[in-house]
């Protein structure tokens, strides 16, 4: 297929982003290539990662127009999927200062001029939904103890509020319906705020990702044992979810990585993978997003991630990894997937699409320059 955007041969040519390298002479570019996902009628392949800004009111959580101006900009330069920052589903989910809500009126209200903003400059927009579960400390939860699957702390401190994680309360089954529960209307209340869909953030050592690892999650009942049984709180929720909104507006974000432990690696992540894509099928998820913090790294019988996943996986996945246009084009003309998400080098540019189309060089990520301020 071929439109405009490809008739330049040499479009991505001297392109340069992490070390990636150009993609040279392409005639055909899968990157700008539009794309049926879900419900959502996608522009292209390039898709912004979900990144925590921080830039809600602590006290609220309600978001304002900065944030608006700031997702309207990657909207109106052209990226296919804008996939939000993690949106916490209740007073308890939240795990850091300044970020934003989606379970009270006004922070929903909050959210309609961001959608807005973005559909009128064409894009497509979902919430990430988000609980982070034991990676809390009281302060931020309202004055209320994390919650967890195991009274077990994380190890290491809250990233921007520099206190250890405190030890967490175990959930009861009452707790734990209550937080399934919590998911579904902060999906009900994205639509309500005019996003097309949702992703469940099941990734990086979070509330959902502390249920299916072993030395987070001690328990004894239905929600404990080995992986399968682990992913018993997962499941649940995405089925919530898909009851809520439709599997054609639920992405599921999972991982390997664990933020409180960056070295875990599953000990038979082929085993791990196909029991948890095993999952997937059975609760009619349709769109999946696997995280990893490099995407090419090997993991099992030469493969990495994304591609491990697609030997168990034929439904859609969107690849991310600290990805460069090179690596991204390539992974989607061989099928591993099909929507590639930049993370940071939107953030330092907000005409990424225009200067991958043009083949310009990019502004290079600087958390000291880009992190404190809305670009």
């Given at each position: 297929m071929t439109n405009s955007n490809h008739k330049v041969a040499s479009i991505f040519e001297g392109t340069k982003i992490n070390d990636g390298g150009s993609l040279g002479s392409i005639e055909d570019t899968k990157l700008f290539d539009p794309i049926q996902v879900g419900s959502w009628s996608l522009?292209?392949?390039i898709a912004m990662a979900p990144m925590t800004r921080c830039f809600a009111n602590d006290e609220t959580g309600v978001v304002g127009s900065e944030v608006v101006e700031y997702y309207r900009k990657r909207a109106a330069d052209g990226i296919g999927l804008i996939i939000t920052e993690g949106i916490v589903?209740?007073?308890?989910?939240?795990?850091?200062?300044?970020?934003?809500?989606?379970?009270?009126?006004?922070?929903?209200?909050?959210?309609?001029?961001?959608?807005?903003?973005?559909?009128?400059?064409?894009?497509?927009?979902?919430?990430?939904?988000?609980?982070?579960?034991?990676?809390s400390h009281h302060e931020l939860a309202g004055g209320q103890m994390p919650q967890a699957p195991s009274a077990i702390a994380a190890k290491g401190d809250v990233p921007r509020f520099r206190k250890p994680y405190d030890t967490p309360e175990e959930m009861t089954l009452e707790d734990i319906q209550e937080v399934i529960n919590q998911y579904a209307q902060a999906a009900k209340n994205a639509v309500e705020a005019g996003f097309d869909?949702?992703?469940?953030?099941?990734?990086?050592?979070?509330?959902?990702?502390?249920?299916?690892?072993?030395?987070?999650?001690?328990?004894?009942?239905?929600?404990g044992g080995d992986l399968k049984k682990r992913l018993t709180f997962m499941k649940e929720v995405v089925q919530a979810v898909i009851e809520a909104v439709g599997a054609d507006k639920t992405l599921l974000r999972f991982s390997a990585f664990k933020g409180d432990n960056p070295a875990y690696m599953w000990d038979n992540p082929e085993e791990a993978v196909k029991t948890f894509v095993e999952m997937f099928k059975e609760v009619g998820l349709t769109m999946i997003h696997?995280?990893?913090?490099?995407?090419?790294?090997?993991?099992?019988?030469?493969?990495?991630?994304?591609?491990?996943?697609?030997?168990?996986?034929?439904?859609?996945?969107?690849?991310?990894?600290?990805?460069?246009?090179?690596?991204?084009e390539k992974s989607l003309q061989e099928g591993t997937i099909d929507v590639a998400a930049f993370?940071?080098?939107?953030?330092?540019?907000?005409?990424?699409v225009h200067r991958l189309k043009q083949g310009e060089s990019f502004v290079e990520y600087d958390a000291k320059v880009h992190l404190p301020t809305l670009v």
């Open positions: 522009r292209n392949r589903i209740s007073p308890r989910a939240k795990g850091n200062p300044g970020v934003p809500g989606i379970y009270t009126k006004e922070q929903i209200g909050s959210w309609k001029p961001v959608t807005e903003a973005v559909h009128k400059e064409g894009g497509t927009i979902i919430a990430q939904i988000w609980h982070v579960g034991r990676m869909g949702v992703e469940i953030h099941g990734a990086h050592g979070y509330l959902i990702d502390q249920f299916t690892y072993e030395f987070a999650n001690k328990r004894i009942d239905q929600y696997p995280s990893t913090m490099d995407y090419t790294r090997v993991i099992s019988d030469g493969k990495n991630f994304h591609q491990l996943v697609r030997k168990y996986w034929d439904g859609i996945m969107v690849g991310v990894g600290s990805l460069n246009p090179k690596e991204a993370g940071r080098p939107l953030i330092a540019n907000p005409d990424f």
